[in-house]
């Protein structure tokens, strides 16, 4: 493609001697334009494609370095030469002082040289305009991107910095240029803030690229510390010469912040940001290396708050979620600086006494939790009450890690619970039996669901005047295939704390109920069948409706059906528990209060509750046959309130003709237990409902 000149000037004779000297050029191939005056140069330039432009300064419409100031700013991208006579000169240098590429002088245009240098101008000037390119895109992407960029020279000055070098360093790049490398860049260490070499000088140096290692900080013009992390690399030029160095590095405080979560969050409870598993077994590890040296004997509180269950199935988690962080709060201040208070899962907590002189110095911390959360907790405008089971144990005595110290605290925890809750009780080896026994009896429990070892026995109760049978009450048996027959005292309570009661009990009323519909359709007249129900059963979310659908899947008459709750599990939420059992009770199932008399219930309350029975204790029926005086006053109150409230007295756990003679003369509706009849399995149950009547005085 043809070069286009464009030469402005009024003188025909330099445009044609132009023309001639361009015409056959090895340099070529050139296409000469031309025109008369700077207006009608302007014009050709403005429509583009013009490649140099040689301009006479002195023009019939323009004059002087004013007619290349008005040509510059039209092509300000293009090379523009003067054409200028030798008088002259000093215009054409001016020229070039404001922009042009060269001169050329008159009377010499037919030199072979020109082309050439046309050539050579023309593709200078695509040089430096791809040059330019190159610097502005690099400039460019230097401030746009997140690093901060700085290059010195051989003597560690700072030459450049970009845009994010600045906002980094506090620094602007006006200020920094010129300054050494050290003061823009201000390293130290940031565990010792301790100065630290810049790695510039050793790139200066050595000629090798380098990496700052460690915790880096860099403190910044305005005062911050700021985490960074780098990297340097020299500087070449075209001889492999070393000219410079180039530093990048980049804020990294998000990381170390986020890093900083993360190995809290790895070491920490997420909810009550106490040390979890992790933490305190290193710190119960510690506790021990140092009191092998010190004689110091480390301590370990294992606490499981009591009937928590309690709270989330009747409240919410949410709120015990709030309980759990207050309890966590309290714990802390009970204890030392040196102490540990864990987050064990749950509701469970270890509090670790790292510097404990004697053993027994831990009950001091235990008395101390103990009434610290027997105050009430305030949670969403309840108060709450909670207590807490302790079990201790004691570096090396009772282990010599921290697994061995944990587990029998935790065993020595379950011996507290036995023992009636709010206690502490130190470990004892002869507790492991105890903890092996509930172990096995809790894995087997598991089983034994899958496996049908469950019976359910009947014991039947009586009208106490008549002697008729009013009904029976349903009684878990556990028949295991090694063990034998297991009563509940054995596994109910570890059932409940395990959670399995659930399941367990939603087993019990269907099989309750489906014995019912069997004995029914045996063409047996209706039996009133009493089923208990446990607090966790009662609290559950689900407990109707679940029982609902038992009662539709068997067919059963829920008349014929008798729930017995102890009256602490009413008065837990007395709102909640009258709303549920107006619900069963529009269903025509009867109500019955087990174990009346042991709770510590308002009758005023009791009275809002659609109650048909009452069952006296048999704490109370057994000690009338050892003190009618002192017990009588308390049975006949119980008798003499049923019957001010219409409501069925039963007596339970008689076994003994003085207990049913004294019942029976204060009036007491129903009884039933030994004195009557051991509970039987169905197929026993059923003889008896089917005629055979059992003569109590035999």
């Given at each position: 493609?043809?070069?286009?000149i ?11 001697a ?6 056959d050029a ?25 490649d140099?432009i ?31 006579t030798l008088?002259n ?26 082309p ?12 430096e305009q ?87 900080v860099?403190?910044s ?18 001889d ?13 405080s ?11 969050l ?39 708050l ?27 201040q ?48 309840q ?15 009772d ?5 061995a ?53 009947y ?6 005047e ?24 054995r ?14 009990g ?12 069997r ?18 059963e009662?609290r ?31 008065m ?15 269903l ?11 709770g ?7 009275n ?44 339970e756990?008689i ?14 509706s129903?009884g ?8 039987v ?18």
């Amino acid at each position: 493609m043809a070069i286009r000149i464009l030469v402005i000037s009024p003188v025909a004779s330099d445009i044609r001697a132009l023309e001639h000297a361009l015409q056959d050029a090895h340099d070529g191939p050139f296409e000469v334009q031309s025109a008369s005056t700077l207006a009608r140069g302007l014009e050709r330039i403005r429509t583009g494609g013009i490649d140099a432009i040689l301009i006479d300064l002195h023009l019939p419409d323009s004059e002087g370095l004013a007619s290349f100031d008005r040509c510059h700013q039209a092509a300000r991208h293009t090379p523009i030469l003067t054409l200028c006579t030798l008088d002259n000169e000093h215009e054409a240098k001016a020229a070039v002082q404001r922009g042009a590429q060269a001169w050329l002088s008159k009377g010499y245009f037919d030199n072979n040289l020109v082309p050439q240098a046309l050539r050579n101008i023309i593709e200078r000037m695509k040089v430096e305009q791809g040059l330019y390119l190159a610097q502005k895109r690099a400039a460019i992407t230097l401030n746009s991107i997140g690093d901060a960029v700085i290059s010195v020279d051989m003597h560690g000055s700072v030459d450049y910095l970009n845009v994010a070098a600045e906002l980094i360093t506090g620094w602007a790049r006006d200020e920094a240029c010129g300054m050494p490398i050290g003061e823009v860049l201000h390293i130290v260490d940031g565990a010792t803030d301790s100065p630290l070499v810049n790695p510039v000088e050793y790139i200066l140096r050595d000629d090798h690229s380098r990496a700052l290692a460690g915790d880096v900080v860099l403190l910044s013009r305005d005062g911050r510390r700021i985490p960074i992390e780098d990297s340097a690399a020299p500087i070449h030029d075209w001889d492999e010469q070393l000219v410079g160095a180039v530093v990048v590095f980049r804020d990294i405080s998000h990381t170390v912040a986020l890093t900083s979560k993360m190995r809290h969050l790895a070491q920490h409870d997420f909810l009550t940001s106490l040390p979890n598993r992790v933490l305190l077994n290193d710190r119960i590890a510690r506790a021990i290396a140092s009191a092998q040296r010190t004689g110091l004997t480390p301590a370990l509180l294992f606490l499981d708050l009591d009937k928590f269950k309690h709270v989330n199935d009747s409240l919410g988690h949410a709120v015990g979620d709030q309980l759990l962080q207050a309890v966590s709060n309290r714990l802390v201040q009970c204890v030392r600086s040196s102490d540990t208070v864990s987050r064990h899962g749950g509701d469970e907590f270890v509090i670790l006494l790292a510097n404990e002189k004697r053993p027994q110095d831990a009950a001091l911390a235990a008395e101390k939790v103990l009434l610290a959360l027997s105050t009430p907790f305030l949670i969403d405008g309840q108060h709450l009450h909670t207590s807490t089971s302790i079990g201790i144990s004691v570096s090396p005595l009772d282990g010599a890690d921290a697994a061995a110290l944990i587990k029998n605290a935790d065993t020595a925890m379950y011996h507290a619970k036995e023992r009636g809750r709010n206690n502490y009780q130190f470990f004892r080896q002869d507790m492991n039996t105890r903890a092996i026994e509930r172990q096995l009896v809790e894995s087997s429990l598991r089983l034994a669901l899958e496996r049908d070892e469950f019976k359910l026995y009947y014991q039947p109760k009586f009208d106490l005047e008549s002697m008729q049978m009013t009904g029976v009450e349903a009684l878990l048996r556990w028949e295991h295939p090694e063990w034998g027959m297991v009563l509940p005292q054995r596994f109910i309570l570890i059932a409940e704390e395990c959670g399995l009661i659930i399941p367990i009990g939603r087993w019990v009323l269907a099989e309750a109920c489906a014995q019912a519909v069997r004995w029914r359709d045996s063409g047996l007249a209706p039996v009133s069948i009493a089923v208990n129900v446990s607090a966790l059963e009662f609290r559950h979310r689900d407990f109707f409706s679940h029982a609902l659908a038992v009662f539709d899947a068997s067919g059963v008459d829920p008349a014929c059906l008798q729930l017995e709750l102890t009256e602490t599990v009413l008065m837990r939420d007395v709102a909640t528990s009258a709303c549920l059992l107006a619900k069963f009770k529009a269903l025509g199932v009867q109500i019955a209060v087990d174990d009346f008399g042991t709770g510590y219930s308002s009758l005023s309350y009791l009275n809002q509750f659609p109650i048909d029975v009452l069952k006296i204790d048999q704490s109370f029926v057994r000690a009338i046959g050892a003190s009618q005086e002192s017990n009588g006053a308390i049975v006949s109150a119980v008798i003499g309130m049923g019957r001010s409230l219409h409501q069925r007295v039963i007596a339970e756990g008689i076994e003994e003709e003085a207990q049913f003679d004294f019942l029976r003369a204060l009036g007491c509706s129903e009884g039933q237990g030994e004195y009557f009849s051991m509970p039987v399995d169905a197929a026993g149950m059923r003889a008896m409902l089917d005629g055979r009547p059992r003569d109590p005085a035999l």
